[in-house]
């Protein structure tokens, strides 16, 4: 018989111990044995001294009682691991390499090969689901850690995989995901917005909008705020739109959208903009007749960096690019060279943060494209009125 046997943690969910035979002895899944093994599996090389193991799990008894408790614990892992898969001395305690098969382990190895239907498969709740030690603070104190972490691990692995399936052109599959990662993680406003896209594609674009309700209707009560930008975003593109599809191909790797057009990029610092920008295009693309947004540049002081208006500029292009897909390309072009020169119109500061935007778009910062008329100025004064005024002789 080999001195080293292999112990399999069965931790994303509720707890197990099984060994290489396929069997779980019934002494190895008690309480602080399970919790003394999946502890020392999850700290740095596996060594923990036994001061700290006594404090941890039995500092609720009597030195001497509590000293006894730790060795028969140890007794009974070496039995199923054997004596070299568990070592200690007088001061400390070790799981030596290949003593104890993590799930958690499994799953940071499929993430980084990008292994997302394996390590979904591994997800069957949070981690160390319904366990706890009676009388235990600190151990309970590390357990509340480990949970959040491997909850953003598991709802990380559950959304990649549902994009994986959406690819697929497996909107049920992807839709099952998305409710498995906000049930795991009722905080995800990621969860929720792909529970959301699922919904929508899946016909259910009444579903989402419950969906983005109750969550809405929960943060407010229970924090005072509101849903992200994003997922209000969504939320307005679900009550406009009435057709959903995956792009053309599958999921294209990208997410689904409304229209089967590829995912947006957000407007950087200008949240509120966007929800504006989106409702509006919308808008337009139903009433079959183009429209541009223009933001304008700042009046005041310019932002921090990292929600500087300028980093918004390439974003802004690509959706100029979007409508013009839909229809009307010249008053559309005549709109690009409004767009510039609303940029380039405003103080030295501001014009050079334009030109900058521009280079990075890869677009030049006077389109070729002439002036814009007063119906093509007259929808972007609509949608965002704290805009630049428009030049002279715009309606």
Known sequence: ???????????????????????????????KNLALLVYLARSPEGTRTREHLIGLLWGDKPESKARQSLNTALSLLRGYAGDEGVVSDSTRVSLRPGGVQLDTEQLEAFLAARDFAAAVALIRGEFLEGFGIKGASQFDDWLAAEREHWRRRSVE?????????LAGGDVAGALELGERALALDRESEAALRALMRGLALAGDRAGALKQFDAFAARLARELGTEPAPDTRALATQVRLERTWRLPKGGGGGGAASAGGEPRRTPLVGRARELEQLVAAWIACRRERHPAVAVIGYPKGDPQPAEVDWAFAAPAQWRLARLLERTGGRT???????????????GEPRFRARADSAARRSGVAARPRCGGAGPRAVGPARRVHRDAAPAPRGAG
């Open 331 to 345: 008053d559309l072009c005549r709109a690009y060279g409004e767009v510039a020169r609303r940029w380039a119109g």
């Open 1 to 31: 018989m080999p001195r080293q046997r292999m112990i399999v943690c069965r931790t994303l969910g509720p707890v197990q111990a099984i060994l290489q035979d396929g069997s779980a002895p019934a002494d190895l899944q008690w309480a």
């Open 157 to 165: 692995a559950l959304l990649c995989g549902a994009e994986l399936l």
